[in-house]
């Protein structure tokens, strides 16, 4: 089995749950079993899977493995499935519904958001209206966990029960020296006929799952760090004869500016300390791979794309003069991403084409989108620059647009580039590590611009969006590199390289 590492699969994803969902599909095709493991406790999970068209054998979540939740399915339960007591009154609310007992409230239902009345949880409250303990429920139906509330109001027990409501784990809590909530006791309870399993927190309980998971796969176990803060440690502790890659995400070192020399990520130091326990490093550009083989010249560093493609015979490219979107950025909205700057070379571009159109796709801190949007008001760019937030069917959208934009500071890959180039899109971009030398052929399906110099991407820019013959040639250069260079099959043979698969 292969096991993809993560910490979560979110509603909102980064490019680290993206990539493991296309490796794990990409496996699933070419019958090699594989899925992503998830740490968080999540009851929204499996509904999440739907959203990015996973299914529940492609994920197991360390809390749905302990709890024997796996597989269940789907069924909607509303308020009145609940069977409360006949003499309780119910005040049906948009968000949540009240229950009283004669004049006294004594428990709220909250319902899953997005949804008509699914039950999310049920409050409980003593005769003095204190919230005493929490129920809480799954997406697909039952109960998952119950929270306890000292008399501070102050969360100090959880216990977490399978489908026959029985408790299967216990996690107990103390004050921080802030008063909030911290973990102190993790029990695990009758598995595999022990009574009790005594654990710190669900970080130590998680290197107890990988080592369970190793251990009862018949055949040599491979496990691939996907988010090293969440699987480096854990697969270090894992003494045994499985295979352990880790993914290198993000850019490796503190100083952007020296990758080869300034001290590492703290999440990835404790690998690169350990080379011998791990079988090799995988990153999706040559540029990271060829600056960690510098600097671990024993480390066994392989490319692989996280975007794979169909061949050109089965591809087709939506003429980009047919597009009725032009620019688009798609990423994290953060401040290293350098946003403000990308709006100025938007109010720029303006400046010659009155009607530009650039969205932006993506999540981030609301208080920073806010001086964004505070920046467009300000550059009198309200009609031609939209924050569109998160989409995850953003595949879908990529046809409509005709130029990427990215004026990234620093990066591990974006997968944005790849992706966009797939659909014919050019790409416009400052020059940073890691990604602009790795994905553009400057001058051929893109431009590579130096960093902050914002006149230098406007003009590139204008370049394409007022020459149709370059715009067309770059697009056709651009899709035929990426349907020729990363088919996947092509990945393929190089996962089943790196991997010794037949």
């Not at 061949?311 to 980009?320: E, F, G, V």
């Not at 110099?453 to 406007?458: D, F, G, I, S």
Request: proline share 5%; aromatic share 12%; hydrophobic share 35%.
């Amino acid at each position: 089995m292969f096991y993809f590492i993560n910490e979560y699969i979110l509603g909102k994803n980064s490019s680290v749950e993206h990539a493991a969902i296309n490796r794990v599909k990409l496996f699933n095709h070419h019958k090699a079993p594989a899925k992503i493991v998830t740490k968080m406790y999540d009851r929204l999970l499996h509904q999440t899977m739907g959203t990015f068209g996973l299914a529940n054998e492609q994920v197991l979540n360390m809390f749905d493995y302990f709890q024997g939740t796996t597989d269940v399915p789907v069924k909607v339960l509303h308020t009145e499935d609940m069977r409360l007591p006949k003499e309780y009154a119910v005040e049906v609310g948009a968000n949540f519904s009240k229950v009283f007992n004669g004049d006294d409230l004594v428990s709220n239902v909250g319902f899953i958001p997005g949804t008509i009345g699914r039950v999310f949880y049920q409050e409980f409250f003593d005769n003095q209206g204190n919230l005493t303990a929490t129920d809480l429920w799954d997406w697909r139906g039952f109960k998952s966990s119950t929270q306890y509330f000292g008399q501070n109001g102050k969360l100090v027990l959880e216990r977490y029960y399978n489908l026959q409501g029985q408790t299967v784990m216990e996690q107990y809590f103390v004050p921080d020296t802030n008063g909030n909530p911290l973990a102190s006791r993790l029990i695990l309870k009758n598995y595999r006929g022990q009574v009790e399993r005594f654990f710190q927190d669900a970080n130590q309980l998680f290197r107890f799952f990988l080592a369970e998971l190793s251990h009862e796969d018949q055949d040599t176990t491979t496990f691939i760090s996907d988010r090293p803060g969440t699987s480096v440690v854990p697969l270090l502790e894992l003494q045994d004869d499985s295979h352990k890659y880790v993914t290198v995400p993000i850019y490796h070192a503190k100083d952007i500016n020296d990758p080869v020399h300034a001290p590492l990520d703290g999440f990835l130091t404790p690998a690169f300390d350990n080379l011998q326990h791990f079988d090799g490093f995988i990153t999706s550009t040559e540029s990271q791979a060829q600056h960690l083989k510098t600097r671990f010249s024993k480390a066994n560093v392989t490319v692989l794309p996280a975007v794979t493609t169909s061949p050109m015979a089965q591809s087709k490219l939506r003429p980009i003069l047919e597009r009725p979107k032009e620019l688009l950025y798609v990423g994290r909205i953060a401040p290293d991403r350098q946003l403000d700057q990308l709006i100025r070379v938007i109010a720029l571009v303006k400046q010659q084409l009155q009607d530009v159109q650039c969205d932006f796709y993506g999540y981030g801190d609301p208080e920073y989108i806010k001086t964004l949007t505070k920046l467009i008001e300000e550059l009198k760019l309200t009609n031609n620059v939209h924050l569109l937030d998160y989409h995850p069917d953003l595949e879908k959208r990529y046809d409509d647009y005709q130029v990427l934009l990215n004026t990234d500071l620093v990066d591990g890959g974006p997968m944005s580039m790849p992706e966009a180039m797939s659909h014919g899109i050019p790409v416009v971009s400052y020059r940073f590590n890691y990604g602009p030398k790795d994905f553009i052929n400057d001058g051929q399906d893109g431009f590579v611009v130096d960093a902050g110099n914002q006149l230098a991407m406007r003009d590139r820019v204008l370049e394409l969006m007022t020459d149709t013959k370059k715009l067309t040639a770059f697009s056709e250069a651009a899709f035929k590199k990426m349907h020729t260079s990363q088919t996947e099959l092509k990945v393929w043979h190089r996962w089943q390289q790196l991997l010794g698969l037949k």
